[in-house]
């Protein structure tokens, strides 16, 4: 059997009508811009994060670059980040002249809530938690620590669209949500996008006109601002995938248990979610010491498999200036060399979660 580690097309499928409707909608209306799809998906998904403001962008990369900018963040100033995350989190802080402050992951490959306030100097504005793989950050300690230091909190949600921690969904917690709509994410586009939510008036008015040459009234150029909208083809899918975030969700948490439960091999050892966590399985990472055996084992059984992330921000070619070592963060210099992700998505047949489960049994 082949079983591709991802196919978008299955997801669109599911849907596909709708899909359609809704972009031939966006097409024919002769508006591309900034117009009615962007408003009313901004609108839905504020309802949707129970949050005052959405404001839409072109991308999640985007929405970490002027969610740091909106809050002032630039040359000196130092942003707690995780060690274990994707470039794009940190790109974010750098983008803006700040300097990202690593903290390394715990046990459940999340930032190491309790190694943070080692972290804090004078100098330090921020706090970056990144709900990794659709799991949330430790939320409720990240807060405190916050709070006693007043410190801003942006969230990078990029993978956990829905995801919760005590009931309370990621993006809601901090000053700044910041989403992801690339096509693979909980929630996708068919093409790129982003979002921010707050609740705070300030901050959305100050993104608003950041995303738009800085500008509210044409030609009056009030801030610095670039060009970081979402299109209206983009927000007229996306109001359709919102409608069935949930449902995708569910089906990928219902394929998470199914690995959890059937898959029975010491070599393959899971992520272990907080307890006050609702993980919506953006991905679903295991850990294997022998990675690449384990992954040439499952493609020579026609298995595609993902690495999520084999080589850490902090020791990124491009970031060489910072001098970090791979031994700087040892959890998450573990999991970049020994995680990797097995098939999950909505859409996927259940003989191919079956088939995967068997082999991996084999292994
Ligand atoms: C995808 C992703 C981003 C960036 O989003 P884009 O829309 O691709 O720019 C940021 N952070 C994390 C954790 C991501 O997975």
Redesign the pocket.
């Known amino acids: 059997m082949d079983v591709k580690y991802s196919v978008l097309k299955r997801t669109y499928d599911l849907h596909r009508i709708e899909y359609e409707e809704a972009a031939l909608r966006a097409l024919r209306s002769g508006w591309y811009i900034l117009g009615n799809e962007m408003e009313t998906f901004e609108k839905q998904f504020a309802e949707w994060a129970g949050v005052k403001h959405c404001v839409a962008l072109n991308?999640?990369?985007?929405?970490?670059i002027l969610a740091f900018r909106a809050l002032g963040i630039q040359k000196g100033d130092e942003v707690i980040c995780p060690a274990n995350?994707?470039i794009?989190?940190v790109?974010?802080v750098y983008e803006n002249g700040g300097t990202p402050v690593f903290v390394d992951a715990d046990d459940h490959m999340e930032i190491d809530a309790d190694a943070i306030e080692a972290k804090i100097t004078d100098k330090t504005k921020a706090i970056l938690p990144?709900?990794?793989y659709g799991h949330p950050s430790n939320m409720d300690k990240i807060k405190a620590i916050a709070e006693r230091y007043n410190l801003s909190i942006v969230e990078?949600c990029?993978?956990s669209h829905g995801a919760t921690f005590n009931g309370k969904l990621t993006g809601t917690f901090g000053d700044i949500g910041?989403f992801?709509?690339?096509p693979?994410?909980p929630l996708g586009a068919f093409g790129?996008?982003?979002a921010i939510v707050t609740n705070n008036d300030e901050i959305a008015e100050k993104i608003r006109l950041l995303r738009n040459y800085g500008s509210k009234k044409k030609y009056y150029n009030e801030i610095n601002g670039i060009n970081s909208r979402m299109d209206e083809v983009q927000a007229a899918v996306l109001q359709i995938g919102l409608k069935y975030l949930e449902e995708g969700n569910k089906e990928r948490q219902k394929i998470a248990n199914r690995y959890l439960t059937e898959i029975k091999n010491p070599l393959v050892q899971f992520q272990v979610p907080y307890a006050e966590s609702n993980h919506v399985y953006?991905l679903f990472p295991v850990l294997v010491q022998e990675r690449d055996r384990f992954q040439n084992f499952l493609k020579e059984h026609g298995i595609g498999t993902a690495v999520h992330y084999p080589i850490p921000p902090y020791v990124a070619e491009c970031y060489k200036e910072w001098g970090y070592q791979w031994s700087d963060f040892p959890n998450a210099a573990r999991y970049a060399r020994q995680e990797i992700s097995l098939p999950i998505y909505a859409g996927l047949p259940d003989e191919e979660v079956q088939y995967v489960i068997d082999v991996i049994n084999r292994y």
Do not use: E, M, N, P
């Open positions: 991308s999640g990369t985007d929405a970490l995350t994707y794009a989190s790109i974010g990144v709900h990794l990078d990029a993978q910041c992801s709509f690339y693979t994410k790129d996008a982003g953006h």
